[in-house]
């Protein structure tokens, strides 16, 4: 087994975390606390960690060598105790595929200066450059995975919002078990990957952009280790 599993899961375990707390801090701040009630706003990835979603589904998509994606226990919402109902539950949706976004971007920037930094050792610099490349990678990926408009996903609630009353009823009627065996048909059938390897190919070219090439080098090793 590649050892880059041991960077990748990590920082999986750590974004789905993360996306969860926004949700819950989102729902807090729109007047739901059930989250917060629950234990659910918290770093500890304990509460989170969903056996299939968060282990079993990124360790098998390691081994095959498509994109990883994974995702934890979602944070209990309660709608009903929302403000305004239809703009809150946007709000809540968007707050979890936006929070990954910001730390894709964030890790983006430290990467161009972990790679750019002065130091003479390239070693250091090929480990941090990988390590920045897939935390980039992965929130950006967990982001563009959770806005597909299928039940549960986020995009779903975002989209059943936006629609007209009488259309976002008929779509917020979708079970989302039928959205769920959609998607593991995609992520099973390895159809996924097409739709994200775009994505991943971006973001390689950006960092071959903005990375010295001998620190490229040096990635590539650990990368094909």
């Known amino acids: 087994m590649s050892p ?10 750590f974004s789905v975390i993360i996306h969860e ?11 739901d606390d059930t989250a917060k009630l629950m234990g659910r706003i918290t770093l500890n990835p304990i509460p989170h960690i969903d056996i299939f979603g968060t ?7 390691i081994i095959s060598g498509a994109p990883v994606i994974g995702w934890a226990k979602p944070v209990p919402v309660n709608p009903l105790n929302f403000r305004k109902p239809r703009r809150d539950d946007i709000i809540v949706s968007a707050a979890g595929p936006g929070s990954n976004i910001l730390l894709g971007i964030s890790s983006f920037l ?9 130091l003479s050792n390239i070693s250091i610099k090929g480990v941090l450059g990988v390590f920045f490349y ?19 996903l986020d995009g779903s609630h975002i989209l059943g919002n936006i ?13 989302p078990m039928i959205g769920m065996m959609v998607l593991y048909l995609l992520i099973l059938s390895g159809l996924l990957k097409y739709i994200l390897y775009p994505i991943i ?14 620190v490229i080098s040096e990635m590539n090793k650990l990368l094909l280790k």
Do not use: E
Request: charged share 5%.
């Open 21 to 31: 707390c926004a949700h819950g801090i989102a729902a807090y701040r729109c007047g």
């Open 201 to 214: 190919n971006i973001i390689g070219n950006l960092v071959n952009v903005v990375t010295p090439p001998v």
């Open 163 to 175: 629609l007209p009353y009488s259309l976002s009823r008929s779509y917020k009627s979708i079970n």
């Open 55 to 61: 282990i079993i589904i990124p360790i098998l998509m």
């Open 4 to 13: 880059i599993i041991f960077i990748v899961l990590p920082i999986l375990l």
């Open 110 to 118: 430290f990467l161009i200066i972990a790679v750019n930094f002065p």
């Open 134 to 152: 897939y935390l980039t990678m992965i929130n950006v990926i967990l982001a563009i995975f959770n806005l597909i408009p299928f039940p549960p």
